[in-house]
């Protein structure tokens, strides 16, 4: 069957790919909406989950942890500015048993890292959701330098301006070694923030990684394709980027990417055409779900 011209959903069946129209039409990743559940399956929902809502997923409104407008408009509705009390609003968004905090939107900039740094009661910190939270580089150097995240699994930093230079900082950290989930969503990585993480020894634990709007082109897709430090990812979203068919045509010959499951190519730049003969001669051993445009 031709590849149709919306979000496409692949299965693989006894060595046949499948394609199928899902429930909802392209255009599911815009800013605010849902990035990873709903239409894209269970690809990072439910390991992020914690205070009822979805930890480090991409949503907007009153969806995180049904806080609402509590704490002077910082309950993850549209705050205009950092909270009054940074501490105190940190403590609020941490979990019981210390190993989750919700930071969604607060807006706690430069200075809120720098206090979440120095936080005794992040020590054993696993998930880290800091969407939205104007951090730049700056934000992602005090993170990366501070061994109070040295337990961190799941990282959000979707929509922090973060360039490549707050990737390589990712990549090079001794204290980044323990990550499994990587979203780094509307950032400004690129090809070199890309080819940093895949250079690097602290991506070889990750089995989800997004990099939706980050500008990558083929040039990313390769260095994606051919590192083994991608060994255990099994879910890669690279929504909304450069990439053309040659760099699909890399991510589904890899001879590294053997635990992948799902790959989103949402748009992209690809031959929808030549996109069919390519997924239907694809040699991931694991791929079950791939989506194009």
Avoid: C
């Amino acid at each position: 069957m031709p590849i149709h011209k919306k979000i496409v959903q692949g299965a693989l069946v006894l060595g046949w790919l499948v394609w199928s129209l899902p429930a909802m039409a392209a255009g599911e990743h815009s800013e605010g909406q849902e990035h990873i559940s709903g239409n894209h399956g269970d690809a990072g929902a439910a390991k992020g989950e914690h205070g009822g809502g979805n930890h480090g997923a991409h949503v907007s409104g009153n969806k995180h942890g049904g806080a609402g407008g509590k704490h002077g408009g910082h309950g993850y509705g549209r705050p205009t500015g950092p909270p009054a009390d940074i501490p105190a609003h940190i403590k609020e968004r941490l979990d019981p048993d210390g190993t989750k905090v919700n930071l969604n939107r607060s807006l706690i900039g430069v200075k809120g890292m720098q206090v979440l740094a120095d936080m005794p009661e992040l020590k054993n910190v696993k998930s880290l959701a800091l969407q939205g939270n104007t951090l730049g580089d700056e934000g992602v150097r005090i993170l990366t330098t501070s061994e109070t995240f040295k337990h961190t699994e799941n990282l959000s930093l979707w929509g922090n301006k973060v360039s490549a230079q707050g990737a390589k900082m990712i990549a090079e950290s001794p204290n980044m070694k323990n990550l499994r989930e990587l979203k780094l969503t509307r950032n400004q990585i690129g090809d070199e923030g890309v080819e940093a993480l895949a250079a690097s020894e602290n991506s070889s634990g990750l089995t989800f990684v997004d990099f939706s709007a980050n500008e990558i082109s083929d040039r990313g897709a390769l260095a994606i394709a051919n590192s083994p430090q991608f060994a255990n990812l099994k879910r890669l979203d690279l929504y909304n980027n450069r990439i053309t068919t040659e760099g699909m045509k890399a991510l589904l010959q890899s001879k590294n990417l053997k635990s992948l499951e799902m790959l989103i190519l949402v748009r992209n730049e690809i031959d929808l055409e030549k996109a069919d003969e390519l997924a239907k001669n694809q040699s991931l051993p694991n791929l079950r779900r791939l989506e194009l445009e």
